[in-house]
């Protein structure tokens, strides 16, 4: 079970690597300068994104005139784009290839040269990839990383249950976290209330483009399609109609806080966790189930949402084309899991080490606002930013945050007295 | 240690911020050895059945239950020990029925073994109602129902006569001198008529020490019979 948990570590390890190098690669130029001969077929290989330029440039020594062709092939589709030119002067104007679409492209050049009497015939050539922004990339690979990361978090949570060697005990424990009158219905009543406020902006979606134009509100140009733009207008403009996107991260960050403080602090005050320790529960067993808990109650209202507002926006295209429907929805999903992730780094430590609920409560309202109050810095890391310009790039802080704050709130729950 | 010893303590302390709630405790409880803490408030009868039971780490000094460590090895030994403790508390928004049921899946209980004992200390007449609405009575009887299930090696007991009515207190005895025959059971209690015929030893504590530690004898049996410790 080791090497199951090992391994999905390992992914979401190597998916986190990639995820911090997408912004260094953005600021990468590859040069190559190549002096030859004769050049003949010569055949470049190109990962590039959708929007970078492959810039070739290319001269002439001691030649009467030339002929080139070059032809750019996207590996995976097969489709090609091609360019010829000829002429006599040494510094001709050069190709400039922008990528339509992210992927492997294989370049082949050819050059066919008449020499100068007496001259020995020289060919310069060298390329320069210029990237387009960082968006490309991302939009490129967070399908990709997300895959990742969720078969890499699955993994590890697959390993740990299976150690436990009590799979149907550990889902019972998790289902018993579930009952009661109080979570699910909450959580349907947040998901009611946001679904309330969002609805009639799809339903009456003609008249999207004139809101988004008077709020000038800015759409990466990644997720502009039919189904993505839409929900991206949708989820943008429905903050800035409840007073600003704040608002809309505080709706759903009282939700996340009142869910873990009454999942940890409020049961450990009320020495309800006391009682499960003495029935028999271990402490990992209590501390996974209760964290599944929260996590699952606090994404499920923003699945909810995209699932059913993609539906009812764009039902057409799930039954039409089901893959591009299941990227945009996997790049969906990754921004809920990464909203989520923000909401329990900040609300986690105070329902976990504070056992008395109602400053527990107090003290995860306030943190957010605290800690930008002390670091001025974080609020370039503000949940804002995910919300309404999709820069995941704020998420860094709390990838690091986040499985501290449950490591240390495993020992914190494993050691601590139950008195 | 031996096999047969259930319960080794050996110079045990337990400090709470700045007071000592046991000092130096000693203590040896033997398979069927049954035992009865004695003592006056704050004498440190529930801080030694809460490390007993693994619930708080000692500061100072060696516990050893059913050779864990109770601490260290709780969940080894979660599976051998039934526990109520003297301020109990259950899940409010659930009733007592499928409490017990969720119990009985933790403890790997026969559903059937819950009944008999539910039946026995008149549990069943209401335990579909909330938790939220019991007396404090009834909230004790599901609590000691969940502690007897699952066939446990070790029963601790802290209290567990308060707030029971002088019938519900029979039968419990009735069914600890039934369980005394498959686990050794240790109870905490000012009530103590009654136990005279389950218990073989009496540890008396003062000010988180033992101060008496006795096998059962007549003497011993005639005051415990007569409740006037």
């Given at each position: 079970m080791k090497l199951i948990i090992v391994l999905g570590a390992?992914?979401i390890?190597?998916?986190?690597?990639?995820?911090?190098?997408?912004?260094?690669?953005?600021?990468?130029?590859?040069?190559?300068?190549?002096?030859?001969?004769?050049?003949?077929?010569?055949?470049?290989?190109?990962?590039?994104?959708?929007?970078?330029?492959?810039?070739?440039?290319?001269?002439?020594?001691?030649?009467?005139?030339?002929?080139?062709?070059?032809?750019?092939?996207?590996?995976?589709?097969?489709?090609?784009?091609?360019?010829?030119?000829?002429?006599?002067?040494?510094?001709?104007?050069?190709?400039?290839?922008?990528?339509?679409?992210?992927?492997?492209?294989?370049?082949?050049?050819?050059?066919?040269?008449?020499?100068?009497?007496?001259?020995?015939?020289?060919?310069?050539?060298?390329?320069?990839?210029?990237?387009?922004?960082?968006?490309?990339?991302?939009?490129?690979?967070?399908?990709?990383?997300?895959?990742?990361?969720t078969l890499g978090i699955i993994l590890i949570i697959i390993g740990l249950i299976v150690k436990l060697k009590r799979i149907p005990r550990f889902l019972k424990l998790i289902s018993w976290e579930f009952y009661g009158?109080?979570k699910i219905?909450?959580s349907?009543?947040?998901?009611?209330?946001?679904?309330?406020?969002?609805?009639?902006?799809?339903?009456?979606?003609?008249?999207?483009?004139?809101?988004?134009?008077?709020?000038?509100?800015?759409?990466?140009?990644?997720?502009?399609?039919?189904?993505?733009?839409?929900?991206?207008?949708?989820?943008?403009?429905?903050?800035?109609?409840?007073?600003?996107?704040?608002?809309?991260?505080?709706?759903?960050?009282?939700?996340?806080?009142?869910t873990c403080?009454f999942t940890f602090?409020?049961e450990v005050?009320?020495?309800i966790i006391r009682d499960y320790l003495s029935i028999g529960i271990s402490r990992i067993e209590l501390y996974l189930a209760k964290l599944t808990t929260c996590i699952i109650l606090s994404l499920l209202?923003?699945i909810?949402?995209?699932?059913?507002?993609?539906?009812?926006?764009?039902?057409?295209?799930?039954?039409?084309?089901?893959?591009?429907?299941?990227?945009?929805?996997?790049?969906?999903?990754?921004?809920?899991l990464?909203?989520t992730?923000?909401?329990l780094?900040?609300?986690l430590?105070?329902a976990l080490?504070?056992?008395?609920?109602?400053?527990?409560?107090?003290?995860?309202?306030?943190?957010?606002?605290?800690?930008?109050?002390?670091?001025?810095?974080?609020?370039?890391?503000?949940?804002?930013?995910?919300?309404?310009?999709?820069?995941?790039?704020?998420?860094?802080?709390?990838?690091?945050?986040?499985p501290?704050v449950l490591l240390?709130g495993y020992i914190f729950m494993r050691f601590r007295?139950y008195? | 240690?031996?096999?047969?010893?259930?319960?080794?303590?050996?110079?045990?302390?337990?400090?709470?911020?700045?007071?000592?709630?046991?000092?130096?405790?000693?203590?040896?409880?033997?398979?069927?050895?049954?035992?009865?803490?004695?003592?006056?408030?704050?004498?440190?009868?529930?801080?030694?059945?809460?490390?007993?039971?693994g619930l708080?780490?000692?500061?100072?000094?060696?516990?050893?239950?059913?050779?864990?460590?109770?601490?260290k090895e709780f969940s080894k030994l979660k599976n051998y020990i039934?526990v109520?403790?003297?301020?109990?508390?259950?899940p409010?928004w659930t009733?007592?029925?499928d409490y017990l049921k969720h119990v009985a899946i933790v403890k790997k209980a026969e559903w059937?073994?819950v009944?008999?004992?539910?039946?026995?200390?008149?549990?069943?007449?209401?335990?579909?109602?909330?938790?939220?609405?019991?007396?404090?009575?009834?909230?004790?009887?599901?609590?000691?129902?969940q502690?007897?299930i699952g066939?446990?090696?070790?029963?601790?007991?802290?209290?567990?006569?308060?707030?029971?009515?002088?019938?519900?207190?029979?039968?419990?005895?009735?069914?600890?001198?039934?369980?005394?025959?498959?686990?050794?059971?240790?109870?905490?209690?000012?009530?103590?008529?009654?136990?005279?015929?389950?218990?073989?030893?009496?540890?008396?504590?003062?000010?988180?020490?033992?101060?008496?530690?006795?096998?059962?004898?007549?003497?011993?049996?005639?005051?415990?019979?007569?409740?006037?410790?």
């Amino acid at each position: 079970m080791k090497l199951i948990i090992v391994l999905g570590a390992a992914l979401i390890i190597c998916s986190l690597i990639v995820f911090m190098k997408i912004n260094t690669l953005s600021l990468a130029q590859d040069q190559k300068v190549l002096s030859h001969t004769f050049i003949k077929g010569m055949r470049i290989l190109f990962y590039i994104f959708s929007g970078d330029k492959v810039d070739l440039k290319y001269s002439f020594k001691g030649i009467k005139s030339w002929n080139v062709y070059v032809r750019f092939v996207k590996l995976s589709t097969g489709e090609s784009w091609s360019y010829s030119d000829s002429g006599s002067v040494s510094e001709p104007v050069t190709p400039l290839f922008i990528a339509p679409e992210s992927g492997v492209y294989l370049a082949t050049i050819s050059f066919n040269v008449t020499p100068l009497e007496g001259f020995k015939p020289m060919v310069f050539l060298s390329y320069a990839v210029k990237p387009s922004d960082v968006n490309s990339r991302l939009a490129y690979f967070i399908p990709k990383l997300s895959i990742l990361l969720t078969l890499g978090i699955i993994l590890i949570i697959i390993g740990l249950i299976v150690k436990l060697k009590r799979i149907p005990r550990f889902l019972k424990l998790i289902s018993w976290e579930f009952y009661g009158f109080w979570k699910i219905w909450f959580s349907l009543i947040i998901t009611a209330s946001l679904m309330f406020l969002l609805l009639p902006f799809v339903c009456f979606s003609e008249h999207w483009s004139l809101i988004s134009e008077k709020l000038k509100i800015p759409f990466p140009s990644v997720y502009r399609d039919p189904l993505g733009s839409l929900l991206d207008r949708v989820i943008t403009y429905v903050p800035h109609t409840l007073g600003g996107v704040s608002t809309f991260w505080y709706v759903y960050y009282i939700y996340v806080v009142i869910t873990c403080v009454f999942t940890f602090s409020y049961e450990v005050e009320r020495k309800i966790i006391r009682d499960y320790l003495s029935i028999g529960i271990s402490r990992i067993e209590l501390y996974l189930a209760k964290l599944t808990t929260c996590i699952i109650l606090s994404l499920l209202p923003l699945i909810l949402i995209h699932l059913i507002l993609m539906s009812i926006a764009d039902f057409d295209l799930v039954l039409s084309m089901p893959l591009r429907f299941l990227r945009i929805l996997c790049i969906r999903l990754m921004l809920d899991l990464g909203i989520t992730i923000i909401a329990l780094t900040y609300t986690l430590p105070p329902a976990l080490f504070i056992s008395r609920s109602p400053y527990a409560l107090l003290i995860a309202l306030l943190a957010p606002l605290i800690l930008r109050a002390i670091i001025p810095s974080l609020h370039a890391y503000s949940p804002e930013r995910l919300l309404t310009l999709y820069d995941i790039t704020c998420l860094i802080p709390y990838l690091i945050v986040f499985p501290t704050v449950l490591l240390l709130g495993y020992i914190f729950m494993r050691f601590r007295d139950y008195a | 240690m031996h096999e047969d010893i259930v319960v080794y303590v050996e110079k045990l302390h337990k400090k709470f911020l700045y007071t000592y709630a046991l000092k130096g405790v000693n203590l040896t409880i033997r398979y069927g050895e049954h035992c009865l803490l004695l003592g006056p408030n704050g004498s440190g009868k529930s801080t030694l059945i809460k490390l007993l039971a693994g619930l708080i780490k000692p500061s100072k000094g060696k516990v050893r239950v059913l050779n864990f460590n109770p601490f260290k090895e709780f969940s080894k030994l979660k599976n051998y020990i039934g526990v109520v403790l003297d301020d109990f508390s259950l899940p409010w928004w659930t009733n007592g029925y499928d409490y017990l049921k969720h119990v009985a899946i933790v403890k790997k209980a026969e559903w059937s073994e819950v009944e008999e004992i539910a039946t026995y200390l008149n549990v069943t007449t209401y335990w579909k109602r909330l938790i939220g609405t019991y007396s404090a009575g009834m909230k004790k009887k599901i609590a000691l129902v969940q502690a007897l299930i699952g066939k446990p090696k070790l029963i601790l007991l802290d209290d567990p006569f308060t707030a029971l009515d002088r019938k519900s207190r029979r039968l419990l005895i009735e069914i600890l001198k039934n369980k005394s025959k498959e686990a050794t059971i240790i109870v905490s209690s000012h009530i103590i008529s009654g136990l005279e015929s389950v218990v073989k030893k009496v540890v008396v504590l003062d000010e988180g020490k033992v101060i008496l530690e006795e096998e059962m004898n007549e003497k011993l049996r005639k005051i415990i019979g007569k409740d006037i410790i």
